[in-house]
T-cell receptor
Framework: NAGVTQTPKFQVLKTGQSMTLQCAQD?????MSWYRQDPGMGLRLIHY???????DQGEVPNGYNVSRSTTEDFPLRLLSAAPSQTSVYFC?????????????FGPGTRLTVL | AQTVTQSQPEMSVQEAETVTLSCTYD???????LFWYKQPPSRQMILVIR??????QNATENRFSVNFQKAAKSFSLKISDSQLGDTAMYFC????????????FGKGTRLSVIA
């Protein structure tokens, strides 16, 4: 049981490049989400999914796309990277979106956009 | 909108001593959960403790306990017998019981445990 895994751990992009941050969980969790963490701030929600085929926007969705074709995977796509997207990105999952369910976080991806 | 405020950007404590981290929140909801997460230098977010708003009894997990004051909307974390491994960022988070609600995080408190 690997929990929540994220790849890559580090990435450097040039402005305008695109890339996909991968997130996978092997706990059969329905609820998955992406957060970004910027210096001096807590985590802010980008997108989330309550199950395969269902996604919705969080607090800061602009510049990011997501899809949920399987229960296990929830990739985050940057279509045209901008320096403002330099951040640490965390994927999280929980069994459901019920209040009591604990969210499990991945180790994070540090992204730098030049 | 819900907000979570951590007023102490940085704190330090001597090993084996006790430290309290503050958190206040703003909500009009009556049923919700509060959490403390720890983020060590490895960046992994680790759940430390959680509190259900409808429970009056304060949650405890080994050396970690909370002081939950619902009327004051306060949720502080007490770490007893501090250990070097407790050095980390600590985030307070709120989740309301309504629809598909995400966690709302405070900005964090950086705790250093000094030998």
């Amino acid at each position: 049981n690997a929990g929540v895994t994220q790849t890559p751990k580090f990435q450097v992009l040039k402005t305008g490049q695109s890339m996909t941050l991968q997130c996978a969980q092997d706990m059969n969790h329905e609820y998955m989400s992406w957060y970004r963490q910027d210096p001096g701030m807590g985590l802010r929600l980008i997108h989330y999914s309550v199950g395969a085929g269902i996604t919705d926007q969080g607090e800061v969705p602009n510049g990011y796309n997501v899809s949920r074709s399987t229960t296990e995977d929830f990739p985050l796509r940057l279509l045209s990277a901008a320096p403002s997207q330099t951040s640490v990105y965390f994927c999280a999952s929980s069994y459901s979106n019920r209040l009591a369910d604990t969210q499990y976080f991945g180790p994070g991806t540090r992204l730098t956009v030049l | 909108a819900q907000t979570v405020t951590q007023s102490q950007p940085e704190m330090s404590v001597q090993e084996a001593e006790t430290v309290t981290l503050s958190c206040t929140y703003d909500t009009s909801e009556n049923n919700y959960y509060l959490f403390w997460y720890k983020q060590p230098p490895s960046r992994q977010m680790i759940l430390v403790i959680r509190q259900e708003a409808y429970k009056q009894q304060n949650a405890t997990e080994n050396r970690f306990s909370v002081n939950f004051q619902k009327a004051a909307k306060s949720f502080s974390l007490k770490i007893s017998d501090s250990q070097l491994g407790d050095t980390a960022m600590y985030f307070c988070a709120f989740r309301r019981n309504s629809g598909n609600t995400p966690l709302v995080f405070g900005k964090g408190t950086r705790l250093s445990v000094i030998a």
